[in-house]
């Protein structure tokens, strides 16, 4: 997957930030809250993430694409958040408000489409983190192996034997809910 940014010269950093936020803000949003799990904390990292972007650019050295980079960049954020003691903290009292609203139907979870794909979306977040992620960069960020390898460091064998493992993971939980 090729960048959709293109850099030159005449662009000034803040343009460059502008670019990288409208081309791939959404999908970091979407990335952090695999990790993080809260709505609004995501929302705190995601710009946190594009500061450091703005901060750090000098730092990138075009040995990766700008995607990779701005994704680890992300994933970094994502876990230096969890490991914050305030976070854990916070977590327990909004995770139990989070899921009582997301038990609550809705008119959209009426449509059958959408309530599959919340089912899906639950199954994938209740993963293992190893699995969930390399699912969710995979299947939902469409990276490529060789660009999570990139991203996260982990040997391309073992990326595709946690798809693999993750893939057999959500068909056992569909399998048992079916037979429940």
């Not at 409208?22 to 990292?45: F, Q």
Request: glycine letters at 4%.
């Amino acid at each position: 997957m090729e960048d959709n940014i293109q850099f030159s010269e005449k662009n000034t950093l803040e343009e460059v930030i502008e670019d990288l936020i409208d081309e791939y803000g959404d999908a970091i949003k979407r990335l952090i809250y695999t990790y993080i799990k809260d709505w609004s904390m995501t929302e705190d990292v995601t710009q946190e993430v594009f500061i450091t972007c703005y901060n750090k650019y000098h730092l990138f050295r075009g040995d990766s694409n700008i995607k990779t980079w701005v994704y680890q960049i992300a994933v970094n954020k994502a876990k230096d958040t969890l490991k914050r003691k305030s976070f854990r903290q916070f977590l327990g009292l909004e995770r139990l408000k989070e899921n009582l609203q997301l038990d609550q139907p809705s008119i959209e979870e009426h449509v059958i489409r959408e309530n599959e794909k919340l089912i899906f979306s639950k199954k994938v977040l209740g993963l293992p983190v190893k699995y969930r992620e390399i699912i969710i960069l995979f299947y939902y960020e469409d990276l490529t192996i060789r660009e999570i390898n990139e991203l996260t460091g982990i040997n391309e064998q073992t990326i595709k034997t946690r798809l693999r493992r993750g893939k057999e993971l959500l068909r056992k939980q569909f399998e048992k809910g079916v037979s429940n």
